[in-house]
């Protein structure tokens, strides 16, 4: 683990920054290489790009109220809390730039931002670290855990109805989601939800992957419990399929719509959002998904990790047929490219959405649940999935998190507001923008 370091104003959200060209700090929403630090001594950072050095002075000034975390977002929530610090010139003045100077430290990714997205450009997948710390991530499972106590008796259905059928990808999971009420979202439960999805480096990541500056979600993420394979006899053998390529791609040689489960409107709708800018986009030959999965748990290829035909972004065609047609034995037949990648609780892996994968439940023989966070990016001229997938709902629940409102920074509100409450359109709800302002500025 790296020790890198982002500096996040209290008052914006934003990020110092300290750039090689203008030889001045700035604050910015999206994190590139001129905004990871490293600790120089205990009361100084040095900038990892320019090697610029700012001190630091401990805060007490948070705006933030610890004592109030654990009971507003469950168990270990205040330790969500960054530490905060008074930041000063090497001449020993404040370092304002329009801010009281104070600024909260989090841990960064382990490498350069620019690392990962050479990474990005040259296989089309990169696995960025500590985009949840673990103090985030067990606040988080502490939550879905609460759901899922709550409604046992639907859990264990849904487990038996799983029990009685051979393994199938997409199968043999949990989604917590829904066995909670529909008006509720674990994006208005605890703050981690946002903080993990808004990301700064990951953001930029996507961003400048993409080559855009607009991008928004196609779903409320959804979190994914893989159970342990643990069926016996005829139950034990795995049936074929699973292979896919992601939103808004066509998912497989078969079905060309990935919004098949909606119907034929919703794929004209999606279809002309993006034909008038790329009319021949179903041949996959342009950049308009990323997939951000984000392990709560370690993946390992004995926790049943997601499998891969990596560079298959690169094919002309969705996955073809013979992928699908046979059960999947990675490095045979049809299957000899397969491959799982491992990385540990808190990373998140970014791919490029035409990437063939498959969700493999008959792989997960580490007797414990392989729990993960499931989300989709697009630019926001691509439609979304809001029909399907619960956006709409989610985005509601979160105008009635007020809690969260005030756990979050300005920069990671506007972004939940544009990324996972916008409309039709793609801009941000007036109706969520209101509330959400009246919130945060009493
Ligand atoms: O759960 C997995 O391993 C795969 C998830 C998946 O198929 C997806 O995110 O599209």
Not at 362 to 384: H, Q, Y
Request: charged content about 25%; proline content about 7%.
């Amino acid at each position: 683990m790296s020790d890198y370091v982002l500096l996040v104003s209290e008052r914006s959200g934003l990020h110092l920054s300290h750039t090689a060209d203008h030889r001045h700090f700035q604050l910015r929403r999206r994190c590139d290489d001129s905004c990871i630090w490293t600790w120089e001594s205990v009361s100084s950072l040095r900038n990892a790009q320019t090697g610029s050095v700012i001190n630091v002075e401990a805060s007490d000034l948070r705006t933030t109220k610890p004592a109030l975390w654990d009971e507003m977002f469950g168990p270990g929530a205040s330790k969500l809390i960054a530490p905060t610090y008074r930041l000063m010139t090497e001449e020993g003045e404040t370092l304002a730039l329009g801010d009281p100077g104070v600024f909260g430290v989090r841990q960064a990714p382990d490498r350069l931002p620019s690392d990962y997205l050479v990474d990005l450009e040259r296989q089309g997948w990169t696995v960025v670290e500590n985009i949840m710390s673990p103090e985030m991530v067990s606040n988080l499972i502490e939550n879905i855990n609460q759901v899922r106590a709550e409604n046992a008796d639907k859990e264990a259905q849904v487990k038996a109805g799983q029990d009685s059928r051979p393994y199938k990808s997409n199968d043999n999971l949990i989604r917590p989601r829904s066995l909670m009420p529909r008006e509720e979202s674990f994006l208005g439960m605890t703050p981690a939800v946002a903080q993990a999805l808004m990301h700064p480096v990951s953001l930029w990541l996507i961003e400048s992957y993409f080559g855009v500056d607009d991008i928004h979600y196609c779903q409320c993420p959804g979190f994914s419990i893989l159970r342990p394979a643990e069926k016996i006899g005829d139950n034990a053998r795995v049936e074929p399929g699973g292979w896919h390529a992601d939103y808004p791609y066509p998912l497989n040689s078969e079905n060309e719509a990935h919004t098949y489960m909606l119907g034929p409107e919703e794929f004209k709708k999606l279809d002309a959002s993006i034909s008038p800018r790329y009319p021949n986009w179903k041949q996959r030959k342009d950049r308009l998904g990323m997939q951000f999965n984000i392990a709560l748990t370690d993946f390992t290829p004995e926790a049943g990790a997601t499998q891969f035909v990596l560079g298959s972004h690169e094919f002309d065609g969705p996955p073809p047929k013979e992928l699908n047609e046979v059960p999947t034995v990675a490095g045979t037949g049809p299957h000899k490219d397969v491959v799982q990648m491992s990385f540990p609780a808190g990373s998140g892996i970014l791919y490029d959405s035409r990437t063939y994968h498959r969700a493999p439940p008959e792989l997960n023989v580490s007797g414990k649940e392989r729990w993960a966070m499931l989300t989709c990016i697009v630019p926001s001229f691509v439609r979304d999935l809001r029909e399907r997938d619960d956006k709409l709902e989610s985005a509601d629940a979160f105008a009635r998190a007020t809690d969260v409102h005030s756990a979050l920074t300005q920069r990671e509100l506007d972004d939940v507001l544009k990324m996972l409450c916008d409309d039709e359109s793609g801009t941000p709800r007036k109706d969520i923008e209101a509330i959400v302002a009246a919130n945060t500025s009493s």
